[in-house]
Every structure is written in C-alpha cells, then in structure tokens.
C-alpha cells in the first residue's frame, strides 16, 4: 500500500501501479462496515480520480476464485494506460 498525497491527507491504494497511473482496489464485504465506509471510500476513489489515476476494481472472493480474469482486467487497463507487454505474455 504506497501512499498517494490527495490534497489534505494520504491515500492507500490497495495496489499501485505508480508509473502508469493505475491503482487496484481489492473490495470485500469487511471494508465497508457502516454507510460512511462505503461513502469514504467513494470519496477516495474520486481523490485518485482527480489526480488523474485510474482506478480499476475487484472482489476480494473474485480474486480466489477466478484470478485470471481479475489479471485480464488489470492487463487490459495498464495497456490503455502505455503499458506493452512483452511478447511472450
């Protein structure tokens, strides 16, 4: 979790991908207990929207049992983000 300066405080992505501007967030139902977790953490993720990150998301019980396509998700996001793969991937 890198931090992220967000105007008046810092942010902890969940993941970062600092170089392309992409930050994961990986979401469970045991990070959003209450309604004001769920609003904060909205919140945030519009703080990194206006720093201009892109934020890609997914299920903490997707990531267990269906990882590849999470992979997929985030591949596709860092390649409209500049990133090139190499060719053997």
């Known amino acids: 979790q890198a ?3 967000c105007g008046f405080r ?3 992505p969940d993941f970062l991908w600092r170089d392309f501007g ?3 967030e990986c979401d469970g139902a045991g990070k ?3 309604k004001r977790a769920a609003v904060a953490e909205r ?4 703080e990194l929207k206006d720093l201009d990150y892109a934020v890609v998301r997914w299920q903490a019980l997707e990531i267990m049992l269906r990882p590849t396509v ?5 591949r ?3 390649i409209k ?5 190499p060719a053997s991937i």
Do not use: I, K, M, S
């Open 10 to 12: 810092t942010c902890y």
């Open 32 to 34: 959003y207990e209450g």
């Open 76 to 78: 596709r996001e860092l």
């Open 3 to 5: 931090p992220v300066h």
């Open 81 to 85: 983000l500049g990133w090139q793969p």
């Open 43 to 46: 919140e945030r993720e519009q």
């Open 70 to 74: 999470v992979v997929a998700r985030v």
């Open 22 to 24: 992409l930050v994961g």
